[in-house]
């Protein structure tokens, strides 16, 4: 499977292979994490979401790993999919707020 | 069931003009939040709602930028004499409960605004 230790801001990917899209966030009072998905001409669709009580969350296909020691976060997908093909955002809030900060983005592409 | 919609999709205007954008939230969500964002980048927050009371507006850009919420259900976003910079989506998202709960927020499809 693909995957980076650091963001890129661009994935190419084989369908079927696992891949791992990377985050890192500045504000170490950020206590809750969203992935989002979007599509070209939609808004950002929730993937899934993990507090910084978890260090791991799964969903379907898609897993969610938070490091709170370096603040990073990472999206695993499972047996990338044609429909996986978006723009994958992170996003933080800390304790006190509740604005969504997002990072740059990933844009993945997946290979037939 | 229905998710957050906005109207128009799409909207072309002169400098100068002024715009509105309405956001229709999920059903007796809460919260609603304004963001905006810029081509090729992450949304930004503008402003949020708890029902009919704007508690936060510390994202709008300038005093050209209002939101109202009059009934705690749709919202209006209106930009007053529109600038080229004002060029953006501007995306809506609802959450069922109160921000300090931190629960989801949900997105509807954005209104891309051109200014010419």
């Known amino acids: 499977g693909e995957s980076v230790g650091l963001h890129l801001p661009t994935l190419s990917v084989q369908e079927g292979d696992n891949s791992i899209i990377n985050c890192a966030y500045s504000n170490s009072a950020s206590d809750y994490f969203i992935w989002y998905k979007q599509e070209s001409g939609k808004g950002p669709q929730f993937i899934i979401d993990i507090r910084s009580n978890m260090d791991k969350r799964q969903g379907q296909r898609v897993t969610v790993l938070l490091n709170k020691t370096v603040k990073h976060l990472s999206l695993q997908i499972a047996a990338t999919q044609p429909g996986d093909s978006a723009v994958y955002f992170c996003a933080e809030t800390p304790g006190y707020d509740y604005k969504l900060s997002f990072g740059a983005g990933t844009t993945v592409t997946v290979r037939a | 069931g229905a998710g957050v919609s906005q109207s128009p999709r799409y909207k072309v205007a002169k400098r100068g003009q002024d715009v509105a954008l309405r956001c229709d939230p999920i059903s007796g969500h809460v919260s609603l939040f304004w963001y905006q964002q810029a081509l090729g980048q992450g949304p930004e927050f503008l402003t949020y709602?708890?029902?009919?009371?704007?508690?936060?507006k510390s994202g709008l850009p300038s005093d050209r930028f209002f939101a109202e919420r009059p009934e705690g259900s749709v919202s209006t976003l209106k930009i007053q004499r529109t600038q080229q910079e004002d060029s953006a989506v501007y995306l809506c998202?609802?959450?069922?409960?109160?921000?300090?709960?931190?629960?989801?927020?949900?997105f509807g499809p954005g209104t891309r605004l051109t200014v010419l």
């Open positions: 709602f708890q029902n009919e009371a704007q508690l936060d």
């Open positions: 998202a609802s959450s069922p409960t109160s921000a300090g709960r931190k629960d989801t927020q949900y």
